[in-house]
């Protein structure tokens, strides 16, 4: 399995609250991602990483930022959490073999915004 | 991407072999497809991948068109364990994104 971990895996937070989600691998993988999943949707990109500091939005990026000061972490940050934004997010690392698509999940943290 | 499209949902019997079908009309030349599922709450699970050609692992195959406008995922001898949601990609860059897929429900 790839090294891939997500901190917190639960988290529970009252509107208006900063949140960071953390992703963290062991695999030097270049390209890092952060996606939301909530029923009937699928899931849906934020935010993508591909190298230390290049970062780019995805199709649902409004309400969030990212940072990635060195290879192994990816932080998704919450600036003032909002009940829409109650959700589970999962990170992904990109293997890179054989083309684009394959990638590695977290096992998702869960976010609750009361 | 290339657009996806696939069943919302699918039976199959134990045992049985289960053939999940994408529709990949607007693909170009070099873009892969790529399968996932995801079980559950857990995150999604890479399964195989393929350009042109066929492909086999010891989760699936993977079989293409000619024309490469479609695929099918074969599952050849369906456990309860394979119930989950199967996602088919064809992505073009590194923005890769998933529709609802097709939620499989192996019955015994």
């Known amino acids: 399995d790839a090294g891939i971990t997500q901190s917190p895996r639960h988290k529970v937070t009252e509107t208006g609250t900063p949140v960071t989600l953390r992703c963290h691998q062991t695999?030097?993988?270049?390209?890092m991602y952060w996606y939301r999943q909530d029923p009937g949707h699928g899931l849906r990109l934020i935010h993508y990483s591909y190298g230390v500091k290049d970062t780019d939005k995805g199709e649902v990026s409004d309400g969030y930022s990212v940072s990635r000061s060195k290879t192994e972490d990816f932080l998704l940050t919450l600036e003032s959490a909002t009940s829409s934004q109650t959700s589970v997010y999962f990170c992904?690392?990109?293997?890179?073999?054989?083309?684009?698509?394959?990638?590695?999940f977290g096992e998702g943290s869960r976010l609750t915004v009361l | 991407d290339a657009k996806t499209t696939q069943p919302t949902s699918m039976d199959c019997a134990e045992g049985r072999a289960a053939n999940l079908p994408c529709n990949h009309s607007?693909?170009?030349?070099?873009?892969?497809v790529y399968w996932y599922r995801q079980i559950h709450s857990q995150g999604p699970q890479y399964i195989i991948h393929g350009l042109k050609n066929n492909e086999t692992n010891e989760m699936a195959s993977l079989i293409i068109t000619e024309d490469r406008k479609s695929s099918t995922l074969i599952l050849p001898h369906a456990t309860l364990r394979d119930t989950a949601v199967y996602y088919c990609i064809a992505p073009n860059d590194y923005k890769l994104s998933f529709g609802a897929g097709t939620t499989v429900t192996v019955r015994a």
């Open positions: 607007t693909i170009s030349g070099n873009e892969y």
């Open positions: 695999e030097n993988h270049r390209y």
């Open positions: 992904a690392i990109s293997g890179l073999r054989g083309g684009t698509g394959e990638l590695f």
